[in-house]
């Protein structure tokens, strides 16, 4: 499993994920553009399932993996074909890049050796957004990658309209022209710097299947760049969909230079973060051009998005002095300190057009922050919070003139019956731009479980049309995660994407429950396995009491043993009762109804004839269908 | 932590849950009941907070626990003073009642040392349940005992309106005559058999406290005694509220007999698992005068409440042929095929009120069990399903009429968008019956997780008004849970009651979120830990990454380190921005205002001036507030 990449210092988790294969799979357009999808193939000539990938070529057994090189640049070639961009001398890296002590050259890890030393812009004049294309009728291979991945085995499925989407417009076919719509109205995006060429494009909106995001990245405490690198591929292995890096320590340029050229999913920072890094710890003596330099950096090492907190607005912070847990974003009261320090506005704020401006010269979408969400439950909902999100929705609108892409992080800590309201404002404060929200935890007695106070928020809220849930670890309030925690948030986290999918009425998201469902009913452990989001811990645990290989296929397993199973009696029964029986007894509608005397006695000889029958057939009692014909309905 | 008993061959933990200390309130009727709690005491001056308390004399370090004499049995007196019960020779055990091969003596623990001669029932013509009285005006003792316990700190605590119960009663103040009125009109149980004079009464309703049950027992294929018992101290040290023992494998009666010798909480079973082993796990044989014996059996036992399955009438089971999964309850799957084989209606339909006559001798509570509850997202809200459910609550009023106590069983497997309808046909179908269900499972997918998928379900339906959550466990799907399993499918449910009784608005829910928020805050990271669900678990999170002692008093975590600590610098703010500033710059209905140029001078000039008293103030952001008022507004 954990292959160790034996020429360097940093190792990977590659190979398939058990029971499953990568596919390649042609858009429908025929453009040529290719989608990885996972296959997972099920045993007793069941249909293999197909499912949404983002693990990138690190489960393809026919890929090289070489992490000083970096991945494939894809999309580069889509890029240079649209002809609107040039290549220009990167900025150069400075020591304080990497933290005030400079790159730890002895005890870290080397820079990336692969750097590139042209990057791409903009040409002058031009814009490179996804939506500036979509705004102008253009399908990008981007939009056509979307379709595709979006769409999986939606063709193949019966259109399945069971669902409430609480008004979102979620089609019965994704195609091309649909995914440039939602990008030209602001409803979904697709961050894909241009100088991430490495990246497989994905879709965040209320109207795609809702997305996760994995958090890493080092602290000054804890934590060095290889284990960074590998946390971001063991992310996405399991599920990630975009994958912020959010280091604060030392190497932090280096860190992010690792990440992103290794990375096939989209990659979102804090540039405030760095920013702080390079005035050493002083909110105060933070200055636009230092800002601005921190975003070139970034853009051009490729950051797909920026968390850039510029609803912290300095009237806004006077709002959380009553609270009791203040301002918990770290993006957040930087900038209160900073507005309050020099009683000004915030400078994000103030240079947000000047920061649209870089935003759109590189195709970097905005993730605007919620410097003020709640930090606890007695501060969901408030006045601060609110403030902050309509100012997100004037922002919102000030991007969009520049055709650059935005979403909207969200809480944080929330009351399950206060979830609604934060997406019915997003919602309307932000003209639907998509929703990015931090859980909501919707209580705060469970350190240690926080990953799940927080799945449950998570589940509710992309339900009622959140578009990426930002995972919560294990770890949340306490410590830093591991390897371990990043697991269990990303599975906690695709099971409530997944459970909002569901609810939502996504048209092929049932299939694989039905999948599972049905080979738990046939005793298909193996398929039960491999179609988990985790197949070896359900292996793992199936076999804590019953680790027998037989066991695998044994219909039962050590929770109900031989006797009990319900599986196993429902299935000795299910031919037996077929749909003829069914209307014998009492039709549905009658359910309810008292039977009479003489209703009774036609019924009882029914089933006394239904008995007989049964004990004839060796009192087995599901039968197949074509020996049920002949016992007919008992009346 | 793990104290083993040395005399005996079962060891179970006690001892304080860290951090805690228990207490014993008198019932503000001065009738000397005295009620149980757990008090988390704090730093910093802040005041204690308590708990409700599941945990029974296990966490008393002044309790002397014996298993092998079992708990005291304080409830007899109110039993014995109420002239309506009288002594009798229990029935005899027979070897058949501990599994087809009778007791495993040998392997296995010995018989329960200390089983009574002599049983109590209600005097002929009497009846005992906790329902009867209650119509009759009767507040009893345990109803006294359930509104202290139910009220914890309510009495202190600022009213608190905050939620949406959706229809539910929550009164300010719990009063024994609400207690009494609820039982009466069968919204809440107190589930209390004579015979397990043990417990600590406890109440199961919609306008109560949300409830979880663990699920513990053997089967033919795994588990043994000790363990069992071992399990259920470590689950109600957690958290659990009640727990049902499922055993099916061998030494069935006298696993039972232990834990409810030892159990302060109530004890639920499902008798026809055991009248199965009776007659040798062929469902066909068993008759109800077998069923009748084992609740006779199991009653003088003294199991609080039966999950029966009434409602699988035979005109059902055709419903569940054309399921993906069928029938997936044991008892459901057992009483579909005794009804087929036989071409009848279930005995457990046609006897229900002969049931019934024995539930009020011994004041047991019906679980009405939800045999045709969906085992997957496929057959979420089916005909079967609420062809039942309308079933159970014919058979609810029925018990009524008896003034005997009952709950509904509810599923299973269900999408979030179907979880309301089960809640609202529920209570309409039932007649405000308690519900209790199994999670639900919002999705198929992730066995190994199932304690989080179904987590997401119990929050909501919690909220929604179900009375008791039955917790589902890590292996559920895949086998029998461990100590571990238990702990974690324990705690995973107690966030999700405590999130629903928080969405519910429960007037004193809050106070524990707020008083961990607030030691988060304030860097109290021991408090942090105590008035957290699993104060371990927090704990040696934090030190994996932060071990040093000196740690539990810093002011970051290995997180963000001491730079980027949010919640570190919001406090460096705290006291500047008292309440006058926030009127200074912006009035909040002003937010989304566009400022004048004449008025953004103004605000600058103002700003300036603040900016200058900052730099007086050595920079310190939030000021006391005394030293604040000489600042006054900018404008």
């Not at 999808?37 to 393809?60: A, C, F, K, Q």
């Not at 649209?356 to 439950?377: C, N, Q, V």
Request: glycine share 8%; charged share 25%; with cysteine.
């Amino acid at each position: 499993m954990a292959d160790i990449n034996s020429k360097f210092d940093i190792g990977v988790t590659t190979g398939p994920i058990r029971g499953s294969r990568k596919v390649q799979i042609g858009a429908k357009s025929g453009s040529g553009v290719r989608v990885a999808m996972r296959e997972i193939d099920l045993e007793g000539g069941e249909p293999s399932v197909r499912v949404y990938d983002t693990s990138g070529p690190y489960t393809d057994p026919d890929a090289t993996i070489d992490i000083r090189a970096g991945l494939e640049q894809k999309r580069r070639e889509w890029i240079m074909a649209r002809g609107d961009v040039e290549e220009y001398t990167a900025r150069e890296v400075k020591p304080e890049d990497n933290g005030q002590l400079g790159p730890d050259r002895s005890g870290g890890v080397p820079a990336f050796p692969n750097v590139a030393k042209k990057v791409l812009r903009a040409k002058p004049g031009m814009n490179v957004s996804q939506m500036h294309y979509a705004r102008q009728g253009i399908i990008t291979p981007e939009m056509e990658y979307v379709a595709e991945r979006e769409n999986l085995g939606r063709e193949q499925v019966r259109r399945e309209l069971d669902g409430n989407s609480w008004g979102a417009e979620i089609p019965e076919y994704v195609t091309p022209e649909f995914v440039r719509d939602e990008i030209a109205r602001g409803r979904a995006i697709i961050p894909n710097n241009i100088n991430h060429p490495e990246t497989e494009p994905m879709a965040i909106g209320r109207n795609f299947l809702v997305k996760i995001n994995a958090n890493i990245g080092n602290s000054a405490v804890a934590s060095d760049v290889a284990s960074e690198v590998d946390k971001m591929v063991w992310s996405i292995r399991w599920g990630a969909d975009t994958v912020m890096d959010l280091s604060t320590g030392r190497n932090i340029h280096d860190t992010r230079e690792w990440i992103i050229r290794n990375s096939p999913v989209p990659i979102g920072t804090v540039p405030i973060y760095q920013a702080l890094e390079k005035v050493g710890g002083i909110a105060e003596d933070l200055t636009w051009e230092i800002f601005r330099d921190t975003l070139i950096e970034q853009a051009e090492q490729g950051v797909d998005y920026f968390t850039i907190h510029a609803g912290v607005r300095l009237p806004y912070v006077p709002m959380t002095a009553k609270r009791v847990t203040g301002i918990v974003s770290r993006g957040g009261s930087i900038m209160a300190k900073w507005c309050l320090a020099h009683h000004k506005e915030s400078f994000l704020y103030e240079r947000f057009d000047e920061i649209t401006e870089i935003m759109k010269a590189y195709d970097i979408a905005y993730s605007l922050g919620d410097g003020l969400r709640p930090g606890s439950i007695a501060d969901a909902n408030d006045e601060a919070q609110f403030a902050e999100l309509y100012t997100l929705g004037e922002l919102t609108k000030r991007a969009w003139e520049q055709d650059v892409q935005v979403m909207i992080e969200g809480p944080g800590h929330v009351p399950m019956h206060k979830i609604k309201e934060n997406m019915d404002k997003q919602l309307e404060a932000c003209g639907e731009a998509p929703f990015y929200t931090l859980g909501p935890l919707v209580t705060d007695i469970a350190p240690g479980y926080d990953h799940i106070t927080s799945g449950i928020g998570a589940a509710q809220i992309g339900w009622y049309g959140t578009a990426m849930l930002c995972y919560v670890t294990p770890k949340e309030h306490l410590g830093l995660p591991d390897r371990d925690d990043v697991k269990v948030g990303v599975v906690t986290y695709k099971l409530a994407a997944h459970a909002a999918d569901l609810a939502k009425g996504h048209p092929a998201a049932k299939v694989r429950d039905d999948a599972l469902s049905k080979a738990r009913f046939d005793f298909r452990w193996r398929d039960q396995f491999n179609l988990s989001l985790d197949p070896d811990t359900a292996e793992q645990y199936h076999d804590q009491t019953l680790p027998a290989e037989g066991a695998k296929t044994a219909h039962f397993c050590s929770m109900c043993g031989p006797k009990f199973c319900s599986m196993k009696i429902t299935q000795e029964v299910r031919e037996f009762a077929a749909k003829q029986n069914s209307d014998s007894y009492l039709a549905s509608e009658n359910i309810k109804r008292e039977t009479s005397a003489e209703e009774a006695e036609e019924a009882r000889a029914g089933m006394e004839k239904m008995s007989e029958v049964y004990r004839e057939k060796g009192e087995q009692l599901y039968l197949p269908e074509d020996e049920v014909d002949g016992v007919g309905p008992a009346q």
